[in-house]
């Protein structure tokens, strides 16, 4: 598999890589961990002229605390984030996540930002992301703009970043002590998730006080459960509720039909699943 | 001081656990594969395929290719015409066989999704794949056949789609055999009506899913036409018949050609295969005059490589109400592609033989129809015929026991041959020389704590766990050791079984083994040095096995079907004993004895009651200056033989299996897996043992993971290993393995094949159980893979679980910068799964 000839270029700043991406346009793809561009460019499904790597930009990796916020660079490699220990004391549901995505080798190449710009349905990041309502900051020639985790997703590998801009930082509000798990359904260990639910709940006593609930692979985008989440907040955390509550995750979803099932199971999938991402979080989380 | 004796004990090759000789290089990739070799002026090809599954070729436009950078040439099939020659089925079933041509080449119509439809010849690998994109191919399609018993069903006049319209069917052959017209037994109908009215029938249907034996290193040919012989490269497991099929048709003489499979990495049976890609490679060294390579990618591997199994089952056994069998009846359909292969419909047939498996029937017939779609040619897969068998039977004495209600062991203890009834002649007409079911099924059961399992599975039952356990039985036999050349003479095979060997002693004492068993990945170097280093007694380190070139090993039949220990390893030994003879003479000669009071043991001729001894070593050296030798004996210790076996090798085992099913999510769960295998003599433990475990995770593997799924055109939805679910590490659970060791009785060593063992046996082990686990939910069935929607299906009253939807995971975004519109391999992406 050898993809198309292509011209390369490795800029070492943030202003060099938005001015490559404007003077090639649509002939050019920005390159991150690789492990989604590649495959794709060998296949030649795709065959852009130039590859705007992003890999020497220090900027955009690393992992920091301001204010209420972590602030995460796109380019942080997905086993970077899922080891860092701010993470797991604010984000732990990123933490979750990101050891459940792929194998170890495709976490130590591919980033956290290139997974969820690529925006696969079947991505492990993008349900954490919308549970964890975390921002992304986006740069373009014209300056930097925050986008909501709402607004972010906008369809089938379609996200609100441009042709012409990058993302450069996720901002996740730290939700410390916050119990979590990312229940991931897969039929081999390696694989994209089937279905999965991503769960982050405040309890208060031995009450709900907030609930966040996040689907991957029940429709174009990473969904919100807003009926699980309703349904939960404020009741008791326990085996009936929880119960309850769950039987709302395929809410409005409108999950695909593939070799690993037909919507009609996936529907069905996220319900147990969410009951029991609830039930593992509630009982103490991953940890 | 240890005696001689104890020493040739002590130091014993046989049974020792080597570590294999040939993993260093192979694992630091310190070797050379087909696609590393390079030679000065080679020129590299990239296919143009097919997108569709059955389509007329109205125009192929080559100028922008023959325009772009590097191309040497872009040839199409009716350019090349003759010069491309023609791929051979070696095994028509039957004098009738419905046999399409076949050319490497599509010249006006493809047959298939990704047959080839034209060829780009560069100066670069890149050069060649950028001028392929640009070779403009005008298809009109035609309807293709797809579903197997769609097309076993048309005829020209119901309109249905006939994969070959000029052939008028899309029926290839019928294969029968009946025990009662063979005189192995008596007759099946009337057992089955007998049973009607005073006994039990069941009757089944069982799917065979496709498979992609997906082995590692994708193919890759080189050929090198500048010398005096045609020199072909090839990852194939079959230097020796790609050698001699080319002669056959390519009117190379085959003295001018020379065959050599390098380090091959891995085949399953996909490798034992005369290919299109290969016939094209020798027919652009050709008219080029250069040196050519041609590697395939991962996708056109998938797509166009052979695939393997792709069978309906109908089966029906009959019983006494006491559970003893009193009939079987085999109606197969069995999917051959888009052509037929070299093994083709042979591969069905070898399943044949074993639907009766270690049972003593009275009564069995078995009907295979052979049928050709516009699919992927299917051939030989790991086991090839004997794993489709095994899951027939083996499932069946499950449903035999659930009906009955008893013990699925009880029900097959009544059934099976006794240790004492060996040698036993079987109602498929074979005669297995060994065995020892009892033992090995007690041994099973002792290692996987039977009864203890079957207490909790009760527990769970009766408590209602959504986690419930189910226990599965396979006691499988198999045939191997392909095959005494006879018996493929009365099944009309194109070949012999025999195999070959030479032992050389070099005169500084080291030896070199060759043998015509080509080795690629299975470990014939390790195991056959200690056979060898056994026999004459050198040390293991001293033994060099040579392979897979047909100038270094000139006769040879290669490696499948288990057959190189039991049938290479044979002619080792017999090569190995002629060399200790000839020594025998020249060391009675240098120790002034006679040759009647020489005794060897432990690479060392002596005189019965002296001290007086000689090594093998020595009297190498000694032939090899030739200064004093016997008279007119001849200076050399050279020896080589071909053997050809008496019959097949027919290892068997007990396999049980647990499993663990979330009747919530359909998911099954490994539990435990007790695998006790009776392979006869145990040459190295530690190859077997990798033998076992690679083989039940493909057998395993097949039971829940794996699917080639095509679309209602024709095209390969599980493209990619994204859809093509393997197996890693990470999916299995660690196995317990056991032996029981019954020497064969046909061969000296008393070996029977391993190579396939673990997958024949271990697939129905795993449906068995979880049919099992589901049995009080009202679960029968559940069609294979297992995948948890079926299973969750099939408890909530679908079946066996319903058909695999024919959608691929869309995970490689397209669009974008110019894109390649007709990428075969790339199954729609965009907006697929919503
Ligand atoms: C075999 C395999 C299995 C996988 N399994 C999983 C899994 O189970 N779960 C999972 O979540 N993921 C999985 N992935 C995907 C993995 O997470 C990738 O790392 C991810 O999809 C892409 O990240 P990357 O850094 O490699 O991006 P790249 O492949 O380099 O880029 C992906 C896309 O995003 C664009 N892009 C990248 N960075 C930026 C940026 N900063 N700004 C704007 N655009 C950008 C690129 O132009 C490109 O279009 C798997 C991948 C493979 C190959």
Redesign the pocket.
């Known amino acids: 598999m050898i993809p198309a000839a292509f011209d390369y270029v490795a800029p070492t700043t943030l202003e060099e890589a938005l001015a490559a991406l404007g003077e090639h346009g649509d002939d050019a793809?920005?390159?991150?961990?690789?492990?989604?561009?590649?495959?794709v460019m060998r296949m030649r499904l795709n065959a852009p002229e130039w590859v705007i790597d992003?890999g020497r930009i220090e900027s955009?990796r690393g992992i920091r605390e301001e204010g209420d916020e972590l602030v995460i660079g796109?380019?942080t490699p997905?086993a970077v984030v899922g080891e860092d220990p701010l993470v797991a004391q604010h984000a732990r549901l990123l933490t979750d996540a990101e050891a459940?995505?792929?194998?170890a080798q495709?976490r130590h190449?591919?980033?956290i930002?290139?997974?969820l710009?690529?925006a696969?349905p079947?991505?492990?990041?993008g349900a954490p992301a919308r549970a964890l309502d975390a921002r992304f900051v986006i740069a373009g020639a014209g300056g930097t703009r925050t986008v909501a985790a709402d607004e972010f997703f906008l369809d089938l590998f379609e996200t609100a970043?441009g042709e012409d801009?990058?993302?450069?930082e996720i901002r996740v509000p730290k939700r410390t002590g916050w119990r979590t798990h990312y229940e991931k359904f897969v039929r081999v260990k390696?694989?994209?998730?089937i279905v999965a639910v991503a769960v982050a709940v405040r309890l208060e006593g031995d009450t709900v006080a907030e609930a966040r609930v996040g689907l991957t692979n029940m429709g174009n985008t990473p969904l919100r459960a807003r009926g699980v989440e309703e349904a939960l907040t404020g009741r008791p955390a326990t085996e009936e509720s929880v119960a309850a509550a769950a039987a709302r995750a395929s809410e409005g979803t409108a999950p695909p039909s593939d070799l690993n099932g037909d919507a009609a199971y996936r529907s069905h999938l996220a319900q147990v699943l969410t009951r029991r991402a609830l039930m593992t979080a509630i009982s103490g989380g991953t940890a | 001081m240890t005696t001689v004796d104890d020493r040739s004990v002590a130091e014993a090759e046989i049974g020792r656990d080597r570590r294999r000789k040939e993993d260093a290089r192979l694992i630091t990739g310190r070797t050379r594969w087909t696609d590393n070799i390079t030679l000065t002026g080679m020129v590299h090809l990239a296919m143009v395929r097919s997108p569709f599954a059955h389509a007329r070729v109205t125009g192929i436009d080559t100028a922008a290719a023959k325009q772009s950078a590097g191309v040497v040439a872009v040839l199409t099939g009716p350019e090349l015409g003759e010069e491309m020659g023609v791929l051979i089925n070696a095994w028509p079933i039957t004098p009738d066989q419905v046999t399409p041509v076949h050319t490497p080449m599509a010249v006006d119509r493809v047959a298939f999704a990704g047959e080839i439809v034209a060829v780009v010849a560069a100066r670069s690998a890149a050069e060649a794949r950028d001028a392929a994109e640009l070779v403009d191919v005008d298809y009109e399609e035609l309807p293709a056949a797809v579903d197997l018993k769609e097309a076993a069903a048309a005829t020209p006049e119901n309109g249905g789609a006939l994969a070959h319209p000029d052939l008028g069917t899309n029926k290839s052959a019928l294969w029968i055999f009946d025990s009662a017209e063979a005189g192995t037994g008596s007759d099946v109908e009337e057992a089955i009506a007998r049973a009607r009215t005073d006994g039990v029938v069941i009757e089944r249907e069982f799917r065979q899913q496709r498979l992609i034996p997906a082995f590692m290193e994708p193919r890759s040919t080189v050929v090198d036409p500048t010398g005096e012989q045609l020199t072909v490269w090839s990852a194939t497991q079959i230097p020796h018949v790609l050698r001699f099929a080319m002669a056959a048709t390519l009117g190379i003489p085959e003295s001018k050609l020379r065959v050599i499979a390098p380090d091959v990495g891995g085949g399953f049976g996909g490798k034992l295969q005369l290919t299109p890609e290969e016939w094209l490679t020798v027919a652009l060294a050709r008219r080029l005059g250069k040196p050519v390579k041609y590697t395939e990618t991962r996708s056109e591997s998938l797509m166009s490589a052979h695939h393997g199994r792709d069978q309906w089952q109908k089966l029906t056994l009959s019983a006494t109400k006491d559970g003893t069998v009193t009939g079987l009846k085999v109606e197969l359909l069995a999917d051959l592609g888009a052509y037929v292969a070299i093994v083709g419909g042979g591969v069905p047939v070898l399943g044949a033989f074993m639907f009766n498996a270690i049972y003593k029937f009275p009564a069995y017939h078995f009907a295979c129809q052979t049928v050709l779609t516009n699919k992927t040619w299917t051939d030989a897969y790991r086991g090839a015929g004997r794993p489709e068998a095994t899951f027939g039977i083996e499932r069946m004495m499950d449903e035999l026991a659930a009906e009955l209600g008893v013990d699925p062991l009880e029900v097959r203890e009544k059934n099976w041959i006794k240790h004492e009834e060996f040698p036993f002649t079987t109602v498929a007409g074979l005669e297995y020389d060994s065995g020892h079911y009892e033992a090995a099924t007690e041994r099973a059961k002792e290692l996987f704590e039977y009864d203890d399992l079957r207490s909790e599975q009760r527990r769970r039952r009766e408590s209602g766990d959504p986690v419930q356990l189910g226990i599965g039985v396979s006691t499988f036999t198999e045939m191997c050791g392909l095959a005494p050349s006879r018996v493929l003479g009365s099944l009309d095979y194109g070949a012999g079984g025999w195999e070959s060997a030479q032992v050389r002693m070099l005169a500084t004492g080291t030896v070199e083994v060759v043998t015509g068993a080509s080795a690629h990945g299975q470990g014939h170097e390790t195991a056959f040095s200690q056979i060898v280093a056994d026999r004459l007694g050198v040390p293991f380190e001293d033994v060099e096995v040579l392979h897979g070139d047909t100038q270094v090993a000139p006769k040879g039949l290669d490696t499948y079907g288990s057959r190189s220990l039991v049938v290479g390893g044979e002619a080792l030994v017999k090569a190995s004993d002629k060399v200790i003879e000839k020594a025998k003479p020249v060391a009675a000669h240098l120790l002034e004895a006679s040759v009647e009071d020489l005794e060897f043991r432990a690479g060392t001729f002596s005189v019965r009651g002296t001290e007086a001894g000689i090594s093998i070593q020595d009297v190498a050296g000694a032939v090899f200056a030739a200064h004093n030798l016997p008279d007119g004996m001849e200076p050399s210790l050279d020896s080589d033989a071909t053997y050809d076996p008496v019959n097949f090798s027919y290892p068997h085992g007990t396999h049980l299996c647990a499993v663990e099913v979330d009747t919530e999510t359909g998911q099954v769960r490994m539990r435990k897996y007790v695998a006790c295998d009776d392979v006869g003599t145990i040459i190295n433990p530690l190859i077997v043992s990798g033998q076992v475990h690679g083989g039940l995770v493909q057998g395993i593997a097949q039971a829940l993971w794996e699917e080639a799924v095509f679309d209602e055109s024709g095209t390969l939805v599980s493209g990619s290993f994204?859809d093509y679910l393997l197996p890693t590490a990470a999916d299995t659970i660690s196995f317990d393995l056991d032996h029981t060791v019954t020497p064969s009785l046909t061969n000296s060593l008393g070996t029977k094949g391993v190579g396939e063992a673990g997958t024949i046996a271990s697939t129905p082990a795993v449906v068995n159980a979880v049919v099992d686990a589901l049995r009080p939910l009202g679960v029968e069935d559940v069609t294979m893979p297992c995948t948890p929607q079926r299973v969750w299906q099939a408890i909530h009253g679908a079946g066996s679980g319903g058909s695999t939807p024919g959608a691929a995971m869309p995970h490689f975004?397209s669009g974008g910068a110019a894109g390649n519109q007709e990428q075969p391999g790339a199954s729609s992406t965009e907006g697929a799964g919503q």
């Open positions: 793809k920005l390159l991150a961990g690789g492990q989604s561009l590649l495959p992003l955009l796109a380019m997905h459940e995505v792929a194998d495709i190449r591919g980033t930002g290139g997974a710009v690529h696969d079947a991505g492990d990041l970043v801009e990058i993302l450069t390696h694989q994209w998730s | 994204v975004e």
